[in-house]
């Protein structure tokens, strides 16, 4: 049997257990924090390319708008060409000599040229004389004196018609105005 008086001393140490976890939690740590690392590093290269990506997007993106913006008159130079034809040809015949110059051929010209521009989109503007003057729609050369009271602020004499594209005034109408 055991005696009673005899002490065993028992050291405190961890045991294997907690010793292996110990152990265990660095290379846990360590292959976490590489872990991250590799992620980071992925993500910095995604990050990058990205990056890259969205450059030669503005970049394809500029080289078009500015051949747009080259070839975009393209249409109606094409269309306006006929119309030039047909303006030289009416010269050639006044350089022969014509005596008189065939007018309705002029008007028809004309015609044919205003009808390229309309199917463009252009139009002119609908100010008349007797309109109240606006700044915003019209442009005042010059004022002189109103004939009458009634035409004091208003339109006397148009110079040069204004020409709207759609719904945007490209030429603004050029006016006289009563004072």
């Known amino acids: 049997m055991a005696t009673k008086g005899a ?12 010793e292996s976890a110990k152990t265990a939690n660095k290379p846990s740590l360590e292959s976490q924090v590489e872990e991250l690392t590799q992620s980071v590093e992925q993500e ?41 034809d047909d303006f030289n040809r009416a010269n050639q015949q006044i350089e022969k000599g014509a005596e008189s110059i065939d007018i309705d051929g002029f008007k028809l010209i004309y015609t044919k040229f205003y009808e390229v521009l309309k199917s463009g989109g252009l139009r002119s503007t609908t100010t008349q004389i007797g309109d109240a003057f606006d700044a915003e729609f019209h442009e005042a050369i010059t004022q002189i004196p109103a004939p009458t ?11 040069e018609t204004g020409y709207q594209l759609g719904d945007r005034i490209i030429r603004y109408p050029k006016v006289v ?3």
């Open 44 to 84: 910095k290269e995604k990050f990058l390319r990205l990056f890259a990506e969205f450059e030669n997007f503005k970049k394809r993106t500029a080289k078009e708008r500015i051949e747009l913006f080259k070839t975009a008159n393209q249409e109606v130079i094409s269309s306006l060409i006929p119309v030039l």
């Open 149 to 159: 009271e009634a035409d004091k602020g208003k339109i006397i004499d148009i110079v």
């Open 177 to 179: 105005v009563g004072q």
């Open 7 to 18: 002490k065993t001393t028992k050291k405190k140490t961890a045991s294997p257990k907690a």
